[in-house]
């Protein structure tokens, strides 16, 4: 039996005497497309920073592939894609500087990373745009950028905080076709999303956190059988369950 691609036991983070995450347990299969969803303030990019290594919890621990990030940081993190909810970029690069600089940071082979970079400028359309100084991008651009940044050292998990922030309509329908294929040749995507209908189209599992804990981890197949309702909307089963006291 293979190990989870990302698992979390009774995963918390306290600030003080707060709780912005309790009891966070996951446990995500290799080549899903996982969904995490909650309302602002939930606990969805403190859930996302113990994920990645960028924040240590309070109490439990995260297994990437079964490595625990907090022991094994640089050895998980190799086999992570991240893309923040806040992109940083060192503005007085350009954009090929910049993916330079990444692939030096992995370590990526020169063949491999040239074919990649390669397939993901077309992909995005970015050929034209690459040599130019980050500064003069736009958002939209800026966001591909970090996109193929995540993508350009082949990670097993990309774990995505709401990706398609700045992306214009072809470009929303390029990753979404993107995260499919690729979840189709074995990666994992974790992605939290306000976009539910995002969810509802590609994604095969999701959790709703509300006020720091998981209150439903489930598939929208799922969801619509214990209901008995085939055209069930995510949206309102959402709004339903975060507003419960």
């Known amino acids: 039996m293979s190990l989870p691609a990302i698992e979390t036991k009774k995963l918390s983070k306290y600030y003080g005497k707060f709780p912005a995450c309790i009891d966070i347990n996951l446990n995500i299969k290799k080549s899903d497309i996982f969904a995490f969803i909650g309302p602002n303030g939930a606990g969805k990019t403190t859930t996302i920073k113990m994920l990645t290594g960028i924040l240590k919890p309070t109490e439990g621990e995260v297994l990437i592939n079964g490595i625990n990030i907090n022991q094994e940081p640089l050895r998980a993190k190799k086999i992570i894609g991240y893309v923040p909810d806040r992109p940083f970029l060192y503005e007085k690069l350009t954009g090929k500087e910049f993916l330079n600089m990444v692939k030096e940071i992995f370590n990526i082979n020169d063949d491999k990373y040239n074919n990649l970079l390669e397939f993901y400028l077309e992909y995005f359309d970015f050929k034209d745009r690459i040599n130019d100084l980050i500064e003069n991008y736009s958002h939209g651009m800026k966001q591909k950028i970090i996109l193929i940044s995540a993508f350009i050292h082949d990670p097993e998990i990309i774990i995505m905080d709401e990706p398609l922030i700045g992306l214009d309509p072809k470009s929303t329908k390029l990753l979404k076709e993107l995260i499919i294929n690729l979840s189709k040749e074995g990666k994992t995507f974790f992605i939290s999303t306000h976009i539910l209908s995002l969810v509802e189209e590609i994604c095969k599992h999701f959790a709703i956190?509300?006020?720091?804990?998981?209150?439903?981890?489930?598939?929208?197949?799922?969801?619509?059988?214990?209901?008995?309702?085939?055209?069930?909307?995510?949206?309102?089963?959402?709004l339903e369950i975060t507003t419960i006291e």
């Open 209 to 238: 956190i509300n006020k720091g804990k998981i209150v439903l981890t489930d598939s929208m197949e799922n969801l619509r059988k214990q209901y008995e309702n085939e055209k069930l909307a995510l949206e309102d089963f959402f």
